[in-house]
């Protein structure tokens, strides 16, 4: 059974920046690409970043390129995203998940598999 657990989500000011980690289970994890999506109140999930199983492909929702990044230790059985000068609008649950397609990087919820549970990642102006 694959399991995703995120965490470091939290409570910061804008400007400042925080680090999602998601660890994976139960699956090797380097047969798998993964995303990351957020989910603010009241509105669709959301694409934030995707990784190939290697980690060197990488694709981004065009609003967040330059601010936030997505990457991998294969070692660790772990994806991350450095979420930097964050905003107000950042404010939502954030998701990992994994694709068992690991060439692929999509935008696409349904082409996701497994999902974490999701972690608060909270914006105060």
């Known amino acids: 059974q694959v399991q995703l657990e995120e965490s470091g989500g939290g409570l910061v000011q804008a400007g400042d920046s925080l680090r999602l980690s998601c660890t994976v289970s139960?699956?090797?994890?380097?047969?798998?690409?993964m995303g990351w999506f957020r989910q603010a109140p009241g509105k669709e999930r959301d694409f934030v970043a995707g990784?190939?199983?290697?980690?060197?492909?990488?694709y981004y929702a065009n609003s967040l390129k330059g601010r936030f990044t997505i990457a991998r230790d294969n070692g660790r059985n772990t994806v991350y995203l450095q979420m930097d000068s964050l905003k107000p609008e950042d404010t939502g649950v954030y998701y990992c998940?994994?694709?068992?397609?690991?060439?692929?990087?999509?935008?696409?919820?349904?082409?996701?598999?497994?999902w974490g549970p999701g972690t608060q990642v909270t914006v105060s102006s």
């Open positions: 990784t190939d199983w290697s980690g060197s492909r990488t």
């Open positions: 139960g699956r090797t994890f380097s047969s798998l690409s």
């Open positions: 998940a994994a694709n068992v397609n690991a060439d692929m990087i999509t935008s696409s919820t349904s082409s996701y598999a497994y």
